[in-house]
């Protein structure tokens, strides 16, 4: 059976930074795709940046290019979201998901396993 589990959410200021950490266990394989999905209080769900570990391929929304960087720990299904210079409009509940093979992107349609979610909120 297929785990997610994310930590890493907590309380910033404006400008500061978290490290969120997924960790998926029980495929067989370690080339999957995984991702992480955010979605604030009265708005839809938006996928924020994924990545296939097979082959390092990285996504990105435009809302948080060059300021959050998606990564994985070698050889293990273990994926990180650095965030820096956060925003207020950063705060959400923060979702790892994964699906085995490439990413589908950011929709979130294509990923089958999913965690409970953990909580970032950027106070100004």
């Known amino acids: 059976q297929v785990q997610v589990v994310e930590s890493g959410g907590d309380s910033v200021q404006a400008g500061g930074s978290l490290r969120l950490s997924c960790v998926v266990s029980?495929?067989?394989?370690?080339?999957?795709?995984m991702g992480w999905f955010r979605q604030a209080p009265g708005k839809e769900r938006e996928g924020v940046a994924a990545?296939?570990?097979?082959?390092?391929?990285?996504y990105y929304a435009d809302s948080v290019k060059g300021r959050f960087t998606i990564s994985q720990e070698n050889g293990k299904n273990t994926a990180y979201l650095q965030m820096n210079s956060l925003k207020p409009e950063d705060t959400a509940m923060y979702y790892c998901?994964?699906?085995?093979?490439?990413?589908?992107?950011?929709?979130?349609?294509?990923?089958?396993?999913w965690g409970q979610g953990t909580q970032v909120t950027v106070s100004s």
């Open positions: 990545i296939y570990t097979g082959g390092h391929k990285t």
């Open positions: 998901a994964t699906e085995g093979g490439p990413c589908t992107e950011l929709e979130a349609y294509g990923y089958n396993f």
């Open positions: 029980g495929y067989s394989t370690n080339t999957i795709c």
